[in-house]
Nanobody, 126 residues
Framework: QVQLVESGGGLVQAGGSLRLACAAS????????VGWFRQAPGKERAFVAA????????DYTDSVKGRFTISRDNAKNTVYLQMNSLKPEDTAVYYC???????????????????WGQGTQVTVSS
């Protein structure tokens, strides 16, 4: 089993940047594909970005393409989400999730992930 801890959230003005980190422990992270999801108040938890276990493949929801970048450092057991040009509508609790990955597969649905972190709050003020 792998444990996930998110960090890097906070309060930022519109147009600003934040970098979220998802640190894994308990198992070697190399074999795990990772996704970022977010949940705004009153809304369902939604897909944001995903990366394959090797880092060779990524995917993003349309609303963040060109602004967010997912990356990973397997030596540090950490996956990052660099968020630029933030908008008030990006305000949410951000969660990372993991599952054993295969090849270049990325996973965009919540049901694909058995392991979840506790979340980190991102607030973007206008």
């Amino acid at each position: 089993q792998v444990q996930l801890v998110e960090s890097g959230g906070g309060l930022v003005q519109a147009g600003g940047s934040l970098r979220l980190a998802c640190a894994a422990s308990g198992r070697t992270f190399n074999n795990y594909a990772v996704g970022w999801f977010r949940q705004a108040p009153g809304k369902e938890r939604a897909f944001v970005a995903a990366i394959s276990w090797s880092g060779s493949n990524t995917d993003y929801t349309d609303s963040v393409k060109g602004r967010f970048t997912i990356s990973r450092d397997n030596a540090k057991n950490t996956v990052y989400l660099q968020m630029n040009s933030l908008k008030p509508e990006d305000t949410a609790v951000y969660y990372c999730a993991a599952r054993v990955g295969t090849g270049a597969a990325v996973y965009t649905e919540r049901r694909n992930y058995p392991y979840w972190g506790q979340g980190t709050q991102v607030t973007v003020s206008s």
